[in-house]
């Protein structure tokens, strides 16, 4: 199989150099596999890099060890590597009463009043608030639901960091963003860890396995509103977006390819976590899409959409400039269309053809890509040698800030990638990503055990227990209240802040606390035992171990003087025992070039 | 316009005041500039602030044509009664949430432009916004309008020349030569770093020898946040301001800071962000809440300028991406559709209404209004007429005309 796929990968090479098509002397846009003797350390480096996270010099150099099919093949076709991870420690947060969980605060409320109960709470009977209870529990699922996630962030990005099968989890990552859900709107940490495993385990294998998990998938089902597309009443947000984002791209279909395959799509929906079809809403009769006609359901509009040329080519040229670069030139563009059209959808040897490829290692592919925050981040820890990412700073934290906090993309595109990522605020984000590692902070308090500054409600905290009224304790901070509403605890079915402050206490009693370790980093270890005698060549050393594309002499001399002036001597025999704090403001220094953003 | 108030920011002494004297003749007065158009644009310290209410705002429910039944016909559900209306006129009235659009159209502050879009319009956001964003519909355009603008009226560079308030920078902004300044919270960006490291932090962006267009492009970047970040953290703390924007002010207070601290920012670009306005499910409370939000903070932002002293020079443009489907949906929510309002705000604006009414008889096949008025007139307009810069045509390759909007 692996041969066959190599050899068409070589023909479509040798029909693109019979062509007028010329690529550049150094294989740029040559498709055509690198031959074993350009196999290289630094080649075997900028695989890992792109097809994982990155790696220590050791993975590389395991990697750079075996041939070049080896190596990416181990990457690509890894379900046999052994890969003993935890799965998600789940905090026990759920209970059947929560579903159907409602879409709103008023629509809860609403429900309790008209059948005396919601989510599993009964209504009071009688007395003040009597829809306290209620308001309770939904803001407590929205809390814990949160926190949960947050949690499973952690878990996932820990997965990334300690993988053997690092194409997996990155592949799982690039999925993430090509069927962007967030937990924003989802509101349902359950249904996001199964789609993320529906990416970890089908995510390099059939597209169309894939693409028909994800359209049945309760996540995407409940973000796309799949509820409300019903027959007689179809809504195009789901067919809109599986032409649009999910296989041909804009242009490739018409606004009436849209309102038919909508048609088709009508009744499907989930219950708690299983797809269901409504039988009573879906539309049975004729469809018209893209040319064809049927009495389609879901799946045969996707089988359709599958067989259109486009779609492969819009597939594989969002992989190649995930993977590879931003530009694709046309010929490109067709000839990893074909790859992926000829095998059936079948990701492996797409995968397989670009990462062996002479233009994957040409010169405008190499140290050319800027790193996706995520990436960046678990990177980092993954070439500082870390056995678990870090509590401080925090994951969830760090990786909003600069714009890529995992299960909450932006909008149902996902992540705008490349150039986009770096703007002048986010770049110095960047730097101090780095700065907060090697100087973790001694004022920092886990977001996931005090949220009391988002939400407004420690004042709440604090007023119920020195005896206020309700009414009272949840009044606005620092606003003036009118008289009459200060002067007694309102009669009223319920308190929303109340609920806020409930939810809270709730979900942080339920919810697992997350660990809060610094990193445990030992700079000094790492430099000497990679045999560095003086400051220079520890400044080499690190340059040459985090970053992707060289410094010139001049930085590292300067920086390799600062390292000097910090220690006192430029020898580092006899600095063992201070030498951990100067190596930090060095790493610091180093981690700052903008050249460290590129992969 | 003030002519001494035109003259106060790019005085040497208040260049020095405001940290800018260390980039050079840059921030200079550009009495140098090359070409007629640009040097009167150039010489005018007019400010364009653009606010974009991102995921299609459903202009219908927020200036209501309430004088035409159809209206009613088409939204029996979700349509706004006329008694709850905030009304301008005998046809049309502000969604009730929109206490702050109707004060500043009453004061004469703000012009409406009707029917705004563009022909074989896009119903994706993405592909809709980028057509706005480039003003270059059903094309490639790889610069942002704003960014192409910038770059005529400013061809010396000057630094902080526009500044885009984001956490990922707008298209709209992208430029050939400037680099706009991007950021999300004034109090993070700043780089962190002891105090001897700072001689070495201060020049990471000097590699002579870079290689590679990703990595000149990333030298670029970290030498505006260099630039610009001091600037922008001292312009937030100093700021201080009594005038109330509201429950979530956008961005509108970060910009004023920049404004009242005298940044040489020509060009401002902010958005309501993550498609907020995409409202197909329930959508008239949250719209609603969405559209007061919006009143309140451009409403206390021009107050704000008043109270600056800077009201004399600031417009702001709002839009959004495309309008909503004249007929509401089944979920009480709305459909992406086509053209809308535009609206610009400003004490130099002449207010009331441009353009003409989309009419909601004569619907396209999709059941959405027929645009009337090409939004790159909008454009051209504020480039025209309030920035002063006679030659929008080169930036659109067509001519578009403009509207008597500024005095």
């Keep these: ?302 089988d359709v959409i599958l067989a259109q040329p486009v779609t492969a080519d819009y597939l594989a040229a969002k992989i190649y400039r995930y993977f590879v670069r931003q530009e694709i030139t046309p010929e490109l563009r067709k000839q990893l269309g074909a790859v992926l059209r000829d095998s059936n959808y079948e ?186 005698r003086n400051t220079r060549e520890a400044v080499d050393y690190l340059v040459a171990r985090f970053l992707s594309v060289e410094v010139d002499g001049g930085t590292r001399q300067r920086i390799a003087e600062f390292l000097s002036r910090e220690l006192g001597t430029s020898e580092l025999a006899g600095t063992e025992t201070f030498l951990e704090e100067p190596l930090r403001l060095t790493l610091h220094l180093i981690l700052s070039l903008p050249e460290y953003q590129l992969g | 316009m003030n002519k001494m108030n035109a003259n106060k920011i790019w005085t040497r002494r208040e260049i020095l005041r405001a940290g800018l004297a260390g980039f050079g003749t840059a921030a200079m007065p550009l009495v140098f500039s090359r070409g007629a158009a640009a040097a009167e644009a150039a010489a005018s310290n007019r400010i364009l602030v653009v606010l974009e209410m991102s995921g299609g705002n459903d202009g219908l429910n927020t200036l209501v044509p309430y004088g035409d039944d159809a209206y009613y016909r088409h939204r029996p559900h979700i349509g706004i009664r006329p008694e709850k209306l905030l009304k301008v006129d005998e046809h049309f009235g502000f969604n009730p949430g929109m206490a702050g659009f109707e004060r500043l159209y009453k004061d004469g502050k703000m012009a409406v432009v009707h029917g705004c879009g563009y022909a074989q319009p896009s119903f994706s956001h993405f592909t809709s916004m980028a057509y706005w964003h480039t003003g270059a519909p059903n094309s490639g355009e790889e610069y942002g309008w704003v960014g192409r603008l910038a770059d005529a009226i400013d061809p010396k560079l000057t630094p902080n020349f526009i500044v885009n308030i984001d956490e990922v920078q707008s298209l709209a902004v992208r430029a050939k030569d400037h680099v706009p300044v991007v950021f999300d919270d004034p109090n993070t960006f700043g780089r962190k770093g002891m105090y001897q490291t700072r001689p070495l932090l201060d020049h990471v962006d000097e590699n002579p020898d870079a290689a590679n267009a990703s990595q000149r492009y990333l030298l670029d970047v970290a030498k505006s946040a260099r630039e610009a970040s001091q ?97 509401e949906n089944t979920s009480l929510g709305t459909d992406h559709g086509t053209a809308n309002h535009m609206y610009l705000i400003g004490r130099n604006v002449r207010g009331g209404q441009f353009g003409t009414p989309s009419n909601l008889s004569e619907l396209d096949e999709g059941d959405n209004l027929q645009f009337t008025t090409d939004f790159r007139r909008v454009y051209a307009t504020v480039i025209e007429g309030w920035l002063g810069y006679r030659d929008s045509q080169r930036l659109f390759s067509q001519r578009f005309e403009t509207f008597p909007v500024f005095a």
């Design chain 2, 231 to 327: 600037l922008v953290r001292d312009a937030w703390t100093k700021y201080k301001t009594p005038v109330d924007y509201g429950i979530a002010a956008i961005d509108l207070p970060k910009v004023a800071s920049l404004i009242a601290a005298g940044m040489p920012t020509r060009l401002y670009y902010t958005s309501f962000r993550h498609n907020a306005f995409d409202t197909h499910v329930q959508q008239s409370d949250l719209h609603q809440r969405l559209l007061t939000y919006t009143a309140d903070a451009v409403a206390g932002f021009m107050k704000d300028m008043e109270r600056i002293g800077r009201a004399d020079d600031v417009a702001v443009m709002v839009f959004s991406e495309f309008g909503r489907r004249v007929p």
């Design chain 1, 347 to 532: 990701l492996a040897p797409l995968l397989e053809t670009i990462f062996l490829s002479k233009d994957f290692y040409s010169a405008a592919a190499t140290g050319t890509r800027i790193k996706p925050p995520v990436e960046l981040v678990v990177g980092t820890y993954r070439k500082m040698g870390l056995k678990e990412v870090p509590g401080v700073p925090d994951f969830n934290d760090v990786t909003e800030a600069l714009g890529q906090k995992l299960f909450y993309p932006p909008t149902v595109a996902g992540w705008a990638n490349g150039k986009s990522w770096i703007t002048p605020g986010l770049l110095l984000t960047r730097g101090n990503f780095v700065y907060d590692i090697v100087f973790p902070d001694i004022n920092f308090l886990p977001p996931d055990r005090y949220p009391g500054g988002d939400y407004q409600i420690a004042i709440v905290n604090d007023k119920l227990a020195q005896g206020y009224d309700v009414t009272t304790a949840t009044k606005p901070d620092a606003k003036e209240v009118t008289s009459m509403s200060m002067q007694v605890d309102r009669d009223e079915d319920f308190n929303t802040r109340l609920a806020s402050y409930r939810g809270w206490q709730t979900a942080l009693q339920k919810v697992k606390p997350i660990p809060r370790a610094t990193a445990k980093l030992d700079l000094s270890e790492m430099v000497l035992a990679a045999g560095s």
């Design chain 1, 1 to 302: 199989m692996f041969l066959g796929i190599r050899s068409k990968a070589f023909a479509l090479g040798a029909l693109l150099a019979a062509s007028a098509a010329a690529w550049a002397a150094d294989g740029a846009g040559d498709l055509g596999p690198i031959a074993s003797r350009d196999w290289s350390y630094a080649k075997a480096a900028h695989l890992l890099e792109r097809a994982g996270f990155g790696g220590t010099p050791e993975e590389v150099a395991r990697y750079a060890a075996l041939a070049p099919e080896a190596a990416v093949r181990r990457l690509v076709r890894s379900k046999d590597v052994p890969n003993p991870l935890p799965a998600f420690d789940e905090s026990d947060i759920h209970d059947p009463g929560l579903e159907p969980f409602p879409v709103s605060r008023p629509a809860a409320t609403d429900r309790a009043k008209e059948t005396g109960e919601s989510m599993g709470v009964k209504v009071k009977p009688a007395g003040n608030r009597r829809l306290q209870p209620v308001a309770d529990k939904f803001f407590y699922w929205l809390r814990a639901s949160r926190l949960e996630t947050h949690r499973m962030s952690y878990w996932w990005a820990n997965r990334m960091l300690l993988t053997e099968r690092p194409l997996e989890e990155k592949m799982a990552l690039f999925w993430h963003g090509h069927f962007a859900n967030s937990e924003e709107k989802i509101r349902d940490y359950r249904k996001l860890l199964m789609q993320i495993r529906l990416f970890q385990e089908k995510g390099t294998g059939n597209f169309r396995d894939l693409m028909i998990g994800v359209a049945q998938d309760p996540a995407m089902l409940a973000f796309l509103d799949a509820g409300v597309n019903v027959k007689g009443a179809p809504n195009e947000n789901f067919a809109r977006e599986i032409m649009e984002l999910f296989t041909m791209g804009v242009g490739n279909y018409t606004e009436k390819d849209i309102r038919e395959a909508a048609r088709a799509f009508t009744g499907w929906n989930f219950k708690d976590l299983t797809f269901v079809i409504d039988p009573e809403r879906h539309d049975d009769s004729v469809k018209n899409v893209l040319g064809q006609s049927g009495n389609f359901d879901g799946v045969e509009v996707i």
